[in-house]
């Protein structure tokens, strides 16, 4: 029952949309059936035919099936490269679509996506060596692709840029993040964010402030402070609840 309301919720949508998008329904089936392999051959199909090339659909939808396969062992064997077919494929859909007008049928997706992503990051941050560093900046690289409304996974990107010596782009993108997440209050307010997106907000603040604090004391206070107003008090449109170690992380340095 829960498969047929969402396919007929899909052929609802996409009927006041292209005719294209009609006819990606056999995608959809496939995908909701848990039918990956089939889903991701026909959808590579439409991104090489010249009538549907263009279309971001087919581009999601060998993201979708591919990230499917990955996270089930039974196509560990013949489909090895599937999770990063998965981020590679996101970052085709979203160059696309660079409106995001397919957001409606993407925006639960890769947020899925990307809570796996977010604790690849986490477990190459651990590592606490170079190569783990570049892992994770090549992740969330595609991640600001794909999403480049996620300005904590840009924060994060920079600074392990220049954790991997890459001083020069790893500042750029610094900077250019924080000025994006000083937009979040007033251009963007914190309800606008998806969960996974202020999780990666108040991870890139808290990562960068330990990061800066050992060279620039005052510049982590700065940094740690920009994360005050939305993880320190509690305000409804706060989706996390856990924001306990954030707190403790800001009377440190601000202490």
Known sequence: MKKLLVILSLITYTAGNTVLSQEFKDLLILYV????EKCFVKAINYTENEKTKKHPLPYLYVSMASFGMSQDHQYSENWPKAYSTALSFAKKYRKKDPDNTYAEDSQEYIDQLKEII?????NYMLTDT??????AAG?????CAFDPKDHGARLLWGELEIRTKNQTEGKKIVAAAIDLIKTIGTDVQLGDLTEIQQR?????????ALFIDVKDHEKAIEIISM???FFYEEREDCLLDDNEEFKKLYDEITG
Do not use: A, T
């Open 130 to 135: 170079e190569k783990g560093y570049k892992k």
């Open 200 to 208: 990666f907000l108040r991870k890139s603040l808290m990562e960068y």
């Open 139 to 143: 992740i969330l690289k595609k991640v």
């Open 33 to 36: 059936d848990e039918k990956y």
């Open 227 to 229: 994360g005050q107003p």
């Open 118 to 122: 977010y604790e690849d990051v986490e």
